[in-house]
């Protein structure tokens, strides 16, 4: 009987460790193609086993790659620049040698201006002398010879200024009777060639000091021929008629407004 149980007691011990290896095997066979067919890797189970993970290199980010196409197109930019600046300094180079040139060529064209602008003032020398020479001779042939001068009467209207300007451009000055014997030969030629009663202008004035009459050349007048009459006698302009006229008609002098326009004599030395 003792026998029998012990008997029993070791075929089912050795069932039941038979039953144990086949599920362990099982178990076994089922979990390592799970590990190997998974999808993900799971780090936090194999770091829970124990066991060690392969280092793996991380593949590039999206980061590193605008990083990088930045860095290229600063490069790109600086190399354009530089390309640029070159540019420039060549056109900076050619422009400084055109504008060496430009100004090399207007030194000579201003060399050749001073010649000519000195060529133009000999011309206008000559013209001037040639037109004051024409004026005496002109004075002398058209005018009258009085002593040691001739005289003309212009039938142009000018102020006093005015004459007195084209009376030196003619190469003479403006009339001036210095004695009786020249102021009765002025009116008289005056009244020849100005029928009627015509203001013209003498060279004498009191521009300076009222009262004190000069002649063209700054001498002082001494002789007078100032028109009397109970009614009008002159001068009476006071200060505001400071310069001289002759009437046509009886040679009389008379004191007036110096911007009158009015017919002028001119003397010219013989």
């Known amino acids: 009987m003792s026998l029998t149980v012990i008997l029993l007691a070791v075929v089912g011990f050795s069932f039941l460790s038979s039953c144990n290896s086949a599920d362990d095997e099982t178990s076994l066979v ?9 999808p993900e890797f799971n780090e936090e189970t194999v770091l829970g086993r124990g066991d060690t993970p392969d280092i793996i290199e991380p593949e590039p980010t999206t980061a590193v790659s605008d990083v990088e196409s930045t860095y290229n197109y600063i490069l790109s930019r600086l190399a354009a620049m530089d390309q640029a ?5 060549v056109g900076h180079y050619t422009l400084d040698v055109k504008v060496s040139q430009l100004v090399e060529r207007m030194t000579r064209l201003d060399s050749r201006l001073g010649d ?25 042939q058209k005018g009258r010879k009085i002593v040691y001068k001739c005289v003309l009467v212009y039938k142009v209207y000018a102020t006093y200024a005015e004459a007195s300007q084209k009376c ?12 009786r014997k020249e102021q009765e030969a002025l009116a008289e030629y005056v009244k020849s060639v100005i029928p009627g009663n015509w203001p ?3 060279g004498i004035n009191d521009q300076r000091s ?7 050349d700054t001498t002082r007048v001494t002789y007078f021929q100032w028109r009397k009459h109970f009614l009008s006698s002159q001068p009476d302009g006071g200060k505001r008629e400071n310069c001289v ?8 002098w008379w004191d007036t407004y110096c911007d009158r326009r009015m017919y002028y004599l001119c003397e010219f030395d013989v």
């Not at 030196?168 to 004695?179: L, T, Y």
């Not at 006229?245 to 009389?252: A, K, L, P, R, V």
Request: proline share 3%.
């Open 245 to 252: 006229s002759m009437s046509s008609d009886d040679g009389d």
């Open 116 to 140: 000519t602008e000195d060529a133009i003032q000999q011309v206008s020398s000559y013209c001037k002398d040639n037109r004051k020479e024409i004026g005496r001779l002109e004075g002398c």
């Open 85 to 89: 600046i070159h540019r420039l300094n």
């Open 210 to 216: 009222e009262g004190l009459y000069l002649f063209e």
């Open 200 to 202: 013209v202008w003498l």
């Open 30 to 38: 089922i979990s390592t193609p799970d590990l190997f067919q998974a």
């Open 168 to 179: 030196q451009e003619r190469g003479g000055r403006m009339a001036m009777p210095r004695d």
